[in-house]
């Protein structure tokens, strides 16, 4: 069972906007920066959002990434085929002193 | 960009131990941490632990201490995860992946390919 919750999966179809919510507590999301990754099908993970809203060079700005209190947002807008993926959320949680992760979001493009 | 390139795919027994190696060429090596994450069939990914190769400090997730060891060759650029007295649950994906200049982070650069490991008798 992961530390972080985050629903298994979501939908969308192409040009809509998706939200995939990631939920926590005090010691991880509360006080700590989340991270997104998505990972496309029998492939590694890649960083996607960095430090809670950061976009490393390379991903498109249709990613976004948002906080509040004990829960983040991965935000996807003008959906694409290619954005079918799984997507993690992670955070530092100071009570294990590493990091932890979400279960994983699914992402189907209807 | 870093590159990390891991190990290739291993199956062992139950009991016996494994070692993955994650190497690293295009940037710097040692002043990053490397983290040891990994993805059960069908699951979500799960950190293990980190070293800091310039160092050679380590910080192991509790589930695992005591039976990974997390070395690196600053070297060769190479890290290594080693497991001992595997189980069938082990079966996984692991993952080599940069991190910050510090442990307080998850993730935070480019991922290895992934080494398959399966535990079968």
């Given amino acids: 069972q992961s530390v972080l919750t985050q629903p298994p999966s979501a939908s969308g179809t192409p040009g809509q906007r998706v939200t995939i919510s990631c939920s926590g507590n005090s010691s991880n999301i509360g006080s700590n920066s989340v991270f997104w990754y998505q990972q496309l099908p029998e492939t590694a993970p890649k960083l996607l959002i960095d430090k809670n809203n950061q976009r490393p060079s390379g991903v498109p700005d249709r990613f976004s990434g948002s906080k509040s209190g004990t829960s983040a947002f991965l935000a996807i807008s003008g959906l694409r085929s290619e954005d079918e993926a799984n997507y993690h959320c992670a955070a530092w949680d100071d009570s294990v002193s590493g990091p932890v992760f979400g279960g994983g979001t699914k992402l189907t493009v209807l | ?121």
């Fill in chain 2, 1 to 121: 960009q870093v590159q990390l390139v891991q190990s290739g795919a291993e199956v062992k027994k139950p009991g016996s131990s494994m070692k993955v190696s994650c190497t690293a060429s295009g940037g710097t090596f040692s002043i990053y941490v490397v983290n040891w994450v990994r993805q059960a069939p069908g699951q979500g990914l799960e950190w293990m632990g980190a070293i800091l190769p310039m160092y050679g400090t380590t910080n192991y997730a509790q589930k695992f201490q005591g039976r990974i060891t997390l070395t690196a060759d600053e070297s060769t650029g190479t890290a290594y995860m080693e497991m001992s007295t595997l189980r069938f649950e082990d079966t996984a994906i692991y993952y080599c992946a940069r991190g910050g200049f510090d442990f307080w982070s998850p993730p935070q650069g480019d991922w290895g390919q992934g080494t398959l490991v399966t535990v079968s008798s």
